[in-house]
């Protein structure tokens, strides 16, 4: 054993709203299932918290294939937020998650207003999630998704309508693809949302020169993965100025030292995503890498960290 | 097909293991041999069941590449692949001593029905990579086999020697004639199909050549089960990246596959080859 394990454990809790975590690190929305398809690689009760694959009220198909392709440093996607229902999804996934010692934050989405309240209302009456992640940011659906996003008006409108169907901490998801996202923070701040977590993907494409055709079957997708890490630092680190609400920051993590770096800039809770597809321990790996860090440099609390960036 | 044939039961759930490279031979134009030392995904993998590699680490974001088992000697699982882009380029410069790691066994590999004496493979280009371990198992169980494989030349005729040491008999087909005959693998395919001697077709190619024999067993009565390929994130059923469409709605190519009874694809009109 070497001297810095010796000294004391750091504190890793951190509180989003109401919701405690035992550490920092959640997974990101629709990089990790439901989390049991993980559960092969992952002790998942060692997680912050298991965010899950976006739910909506009826299934959805997705996108057509090819819906992946690989970039610099990340991915496009443009899965589409294929799921099966919600009403599966409380049968099948939130049934099994419950039954593990582990926060469930639930993403939800809807091609209206009032269809992201009604899959929280069903959830709510089916024992309810620890936390909801709205997805107002996914851009690779037509109508819904980002289209809720990228503008104050239908942001606060559906931050609303979610917040009126439950008590429960509400963390709303940003988008990045918009000229000001600190606006559209303070809108669903002032709207009852309890945290923002950001960024979901970047709009982007992909070509292959040969075939002169796009390399996704939808044309464009979303971009994540390292390619989008400073984005999403820029991002968080304004929002979280601007804010007094927690922040929940994603956006290419895939070490420990890239989750110090967003809990510098202001995040609360770090999200892994794109980096499981790669080492599906990932999540493992930063918590330990975390703790190790802040043993290391005698910071007691994790919680310490944010927002600490000097500058 | 027996309704047994359609469910398979859970394999050995998928570890995580770092594998020393053995060999990384060149076998023909463009297509290498990747021997890796994985005691463990050895002990597990089924034939037709896949292994996801990380084929490089560290310097620069790469997605893993899945790749089907073509053999398991002893501790060592045996890959084939094509250089066909960034993952299998960075693949073809490994070196003996390097380690990556893999994830596996993974997905569902191939299921003999229950009554089933003779099984024919058909092997289009790098889709024998699956086939080759199968028809170990097979000649094993004292299956018939017969195979008809197909390449765009001789030298590209991987796992050849395999085939022709344990089936009864194997049919050629080359694009320019250079062995076998001239033309494509449905050729022989479809003569060893209605030779009503095979009762169950197993095929891995191109997707148009596994549709073409799909279609074949399905007029002349036989099941049939092909291996599918598609781009891939996770591996784990997660990403919803690999899905394919089937009369039971989207599955995934990772967990439900890769190996799918034939008679449930829909197949897609326009394909896009991947290239990984």
């Known amino acids: ?311 | 097909m027996t309704g047994e044939a359609h469910t398979h039961p859970r394999s050995h759930p998928p570890v995580l293991e770092s594998t020393p490279v053995v060999v990384n031979d060149r076998v023909a134009e463009g297509i290498g041999l990747l021997v890796l030392d994985a005691p463990l995904v050895a002990t597990h993998v089924q034939p037709g069941q896949f292994v996801h590699l990380r084929v490089a680490e560290g310097t620069d974001f790469i997605l893993r590449r899945p790749f089907s088992v073509h053999r398991v000697v002893g501790g060592r699982i045996e890959i084939l692949y094509q250089v066909l882009g960034r993952g299998t380029r960075q693949m073809s410069e490994l070196e003996q001593g390097d380690v990556i790691d893999v994830v596996g066994p993974l997905g569902n590999g191939w299921t003999l029905p229950d009554d089933a004496s003779h099984a024919l493979l058909v092997a289009g280009g790098l889709g024998a990579a699956p086939l080759g371990m199968w028809a170990e198992r097979l000649a094993e169980r004292g299956v018939a086999v017969s195979v008809a494989q197909g390449a765009p030349y001789s030298e590209r005729l991987v796992a050849r020697e395999l085939f022709e040491r344990v089936a009864r008999r194997v049919e050629i087909a080359t694009d320019d004639g250079s062995a076998g005959e001239r033309g494509f693998v449905t050729g022989p395919a479809e003569r060893l199909i209605r030779s009503g001697e095979v009762e169950v077709v197993f095929a891995c190619g191109p997707e148009r050549m596994q549709q073409a024999v799909a279609n074949l067993a399905a007029a002349a009565g036989i099941p049939c089960q092909v291996s599918l390929e598609r781009l891939m994130a996770c591996g784990i059923g997660a990403c919803l990246s690999c899905v394919v469409s089937t009369t039971e709605g989207l599955k995934r190519a990772c967990v439900d596959g890769p190996v799918f009874d034939a008679s449930t694809i829909k197949w897609e009109s326009s394909e896009v080859p991947p290239k990984h």
């Open chain 1, 1 to 311: 054993m070497n001297a810095a394990d010796q000294r004391p454990s750091p504190d890793m809790r951190v509180r989003l709203g109401t919701l405690e975590l035992r550490n920092p690190v959640m997974t990101a929305s629709g990089t990790f299932g439901s989390g049991r398809e993980f559960s092969d690689f992952v002790d998942l009760e060692r997680l912050g918290a298991v965010v899950t694959k976006g739910v909506s009220m009826e299934p959805w198909p997705g996108n057509d294939s090819p819906r992946i392709a690989e970039t610099a440093s990340g991915m496009l996607n443009s899965i589409g937020l294929q799921n099966p229902g919600v009403e599966r999804f409380v049968e099948r996934d939130l049934a099994w998650l419950r039954t593990l010692d582990v926060p469930v934050v639930v993403n939800v989405s809807g091609h209206s207003t009032g269809e992201y309240a009604r899959v929280i209302e069903r959830i709510e009456q089916a024992g309810g999630a620890d936390a909801y992640e709205v997805n107002i940011s996914c851009p690779n659906v037509d109508a819904g998704g980002m289209v809720f996003g990228t503008a104050c008006g239908p942001a606060s409108e559906v931050t609303r309508s979610c917040r009126a169907a439950t008590q429960r901490p509400l963390i709303v998801k940003l988008s990045p693809n918009v000229t000001d996202v600190v606006e559209i923070a303070k809108a669903v701040a002032s709207e009852g949302a309890d945290a923002v977590a950001l960024i979901n993907t970047l709009l982007g494409m992909a070509i292959d020169a040969e075939s002169r055709r796009p390399k996704l079957a939808r044309v464009v997708g979303g971009l994540s993965g390292p390619a989008i890490k400073p984005i999403a630092l820029r991002m968080v680190w304004q929002v979280a100025a601007a804010l007094d609400i927690p922040v929940v920051g994603m956006g290419g993590i895939t070490t420990a030292e890239d989750a110090v770096e967003f809990m510098l800039a202001g995040a609360s809770g770090v999200a892994i995503g794109t980096a499981n597809f790669v080492d599906p321990t990932t999540t493992l790996r930063v918590i330990d890498g975390l703790t190790t860090w802040c043993r290391e440099r005698d910071v007691a609390r994790v919680a310490d960290l944010i927002g600490a960036l000097e500058t």
